[in-house]
């Protein structure tokens, strides 16, 4: 079945710094990676995804690269704000029938002003 | 405004008092999940329905049902819900063949 870990609980960077958030995964069969953001007391919300046949897509400050030797997924927020302090996870999507998100352990970002 | 929109945003219950969550949609979307999320915990499937056909996770406990009687309605039933059923329920929706899916803002369930 899917595993998918992160590697650090908490990241904690200064206001205007490049953040990086890790995340390794067991299931090659995987279509879909997703990482998603997760404010206190909120749902979780879509960032960005990439598909398994690509390694690297980019957002609006947002980069994600994928890593499929090493079954590595990262997320790259360029100049972190004080917004974007949150939890994140990753997620890998199984499919048959519906993409369904199976969702990683998670990473606290705290991001001081 | 507030696509998938789950009530009541707390709810308190007694052990072993049956309780009801709730979730609504405005997306038309046919796919809907109900995720468990303890603290510090990543979220959890429990199940999901692709319109109408119901798709039950193998380590779901039986005390955990589910019904969706129309395409924008969903709802989570604990039957008897004990103190390790404390967590934050979390509803999602998408478009089968989309990437993308859609949470509300949970209902944090406190069991007495």
């Known amino acids: 079945g899917e595993s998918v870990g992160l590697h650090l609980p908490t990241l904690s960077v200064q206001e205007g710094d490049n953040s990086i958030i890790n995340c390794a995964y067991s299931n090659s069969a995987s279509d879909y990676f997703i990482w998603y953001k997760q404010e206190s007391g909120k749902g979780p919300q879509f960032i960005i995804d990439i598909r398994s046949n690509m390694d690297k897509r980019q957002g609006q400050r947002v980069t994600v690269l994928l890593n499929k030797t090493v079954k590595h997924l990262s997320l790259q927020i360029a100049a972190t704000q004080p917004g974007d302090s949150a939890v994140y996870f990753c997620?890998?999507?199984?499919?048959?029938?519906?993409?369904?998100?199976?969702f990683g352990r998670g990473t606290s970002l705290i991001v001081h002003p | 405004d507030a696509m998938v929109i789950q009530n009541p945003r707390y709810q308190v219950t007694q052990f072993g008092k049956p309780v009801t969550l709730s979730c609504s949609q405005t997306l038309n979307h046919n796919v809907m999940y109900w995720y468990q999320q303890k603290s510090s915990q990543a979220p959890k499937l429990l199940f999901h329905y692709y319109d109408k056909d119901f798709n039950n996770e193998a380590d779901t406990p039986d005390n955990f049902q589910s019904r969706r009687p129309n395409t924008s309605f969903c709802f989570l039933d604990i039957r008897s819900p004990g103190l390790g059923d404390a967590a934050m329920y979390l509803c999602?929706?998408?478009?089968?063949?989309?990437?993308?899916?859609?949470f509300g803002q949970g209902t944090r369930l406190t069991v007495v």
């Open positions: 997620a890998v999507l199984r499919s048959g029938g519906s993409y369904i998100p199976t």
């Open positions: 999602a929706t998408s478009r089968g063949d989309n990437t993308e899916a859609f």
